[in-house]
């Protein structure tokens, strides 16, 4: 049994009530003595024979109180702090001023366990693989920047801070130092973590037309699978929120997702973010080395956003990795293995680059084991209303304004558009229009089109052409959605054009474009 005796402070009362529990010849493993309390673990105190044990305790002068209690209070403070360590992922050792380990969380255990001496102990320089770090740990207080290091051969960045006596203060020399060491993969969790917050998965795309059910279905079949995939489609339709969407409906999805968009990068920088670099490997490089996002990713995914503006370089060292898993980083020697999926992106025609010798024929077929096409948003119209509502919503909370609604005429104004930068550019359109203007209601003469008009016949990409039929009602859309605002009827539009007034007013009804008001 476990007591809490609570007494009025007076010089050797503890010891008092110690000799009470000798007398009856209880034994004694634990016992915490704080101003007013003495705790005390009697294993061989059982029930019958509190109440003696309790009368007996009140007979010293000065005890007020006596209760059984389940846990003394600092076992359960070594209780809770052992499993709040436990709870942590990143290896956590706490070591003296002379770096000898005195403490580590059981992520830790494999790494101090391995680097034990004959007597058992451990120290920083048998457990750090650089043995001048651990002399500059030492020598520096435990006060050093965060760096990359090895551990028994496996990479870590270390974070390190020194530990205080509270007498002293943080002036005087640490008794110690905690170390904490982060594996790349857990970067890559906190990196994930921080860039996709609210992600829904398949939720997250907004629409019902039929194209986009299409897409999703596809994709819900696809996200099952290890095999790279590819995702073609025009800027802007929303890739990476389809990419992203099937590493959550895949058995990866406790893994980090993380993306590297090829065409913002120079060559140099592209490689190392997603190959990583060693220590030393160019002038600038972070101290000790810097993980990439395949290493980050382990586990995961990888999105390459834009894979056809890949350098034919970066092209060959791509491929390698695909064949077996394998890579270097820049400037390295030894080579990491993990385990990712490859998911790609592209607005270009990669078999007409494969064909000019612009893309490698090899990695194409690698990269496009699974195909996904995302449609344009002119051909998913009908999901227009809701994604303008959704970014109204978006954009009145940001601007902090109250929300707004749209006018008929201006959601027919938003269909009747070809919108060649696709989702993202109705997006920044709507968030102009909201920024823009005061009033509840938002009419067409409130919707900033200014650059939003669709592709005309001699910026049409030929990627961008299915076939004959819908090229020309690419054609005659754009070229009604410029003319009408100026001849703003069928029969003057008609004169215009040199046609008959019949053939006009159906077009205008066909492509759903009606005159502002």
Known sequence: MRLVVTFKDRVGIAQEILAQMARRQLSVVNVEVDMSHVYIDAPDLHEPYFLETRAALFSVPGVVAVEAIEMLPGMRQRLHLEALLAAMADPVLAVD??????????????????????????????????????????????????????????????????????????????????????????????????????????????????????????????????????????????????????????????????????????????????????????????????????????????????????????????????????????????????????????????????????????????????????????????????LAQHFIRRACTQSGRPPVRLSGAALDKLTANDWPGNVRQLQNVIFRTVTMQDRPLIDAEDVDLAGAVGPTNDTLQPEQITDWTAAIDDFERVLLTRLYPHYPSSRRLATRLNTSHTMIANKLRKHRIRRSP
């Open 97 to 386: 001023a002379g770096g000898g380990l005195i403490n580590a969380n059981p992520a830790a255990t494999p790494l101090a366990d391995g680097s034990r001496d004959a007597g058992g102990q451990v120290t920083l320089h048998q457990l750090l693989d650089d043995r001048a770090l651990a002399d500059e740990l030492l020598r520096q207080g435990f006060r050093v920047p965060a760096r990359e290091i090895s551990v028994r051969g496996k990479p870590f960045l270390l974070d390190v801070r020194p530990i205080h006596d509270p007498a002293y203060g943080a002036d005087a020399p640490p008794v110690g130092g905690l170390i904490t060491l982060h594996a790349p993969q857990r970067i890559g969790e906190r990196l994930h973590a921080l860039q996709h917050p609210d992600d829904h998965g398949f939720d997250a795309i907004l629409g019902s037309s039929t194209a986009l059910r299409a897409v999703k279905e596809r994709a819900v079949r696809m996200a099952g699978t290890d095999s790279p995939l590819m995702l073609l489609g025009e800027t802007g339709t929303g890739k990476e929120l389809i990419a992203l969407a099937c590493h959550q409906a895949s058995g990866r999805h406790e893994a980090p997702f993380l993306a590297l968009n090829c065409a913002a990068l120079p060559e140099s920088l592209a490689e190392s973010e997603l190959f990583g670099y060693a220590p030393g490997a160019f002038s600038g490089a972070q101290r000790g080395g810097k993980p990439g996002l395949l290493e980050m990713a382990d586990g995961g995914s990888v999105f390459l956003d834009e894979v056809g503006e890949m350098s034919p370089y970066l092209q060959a060292k791509l491929l390698r990795f695909l064949n077996d898993g394998r890579f270097r980083r820049v400037g390295g020697s030894r080579e990491t293995q993990v385990d990712v999926r490859i998911i790609s992106a592209t607005h270009r025609n990669l078999e007409r680059m494969v064909a000019e010798g612009d893309f490698r024929e090899d990695l194409y077929y690698r990269l496009n084991v699974l195909t996904l096409q995302v449609p344009p948003l002119r051909e998913r119209r009908d999901d227009i209303p809701l």
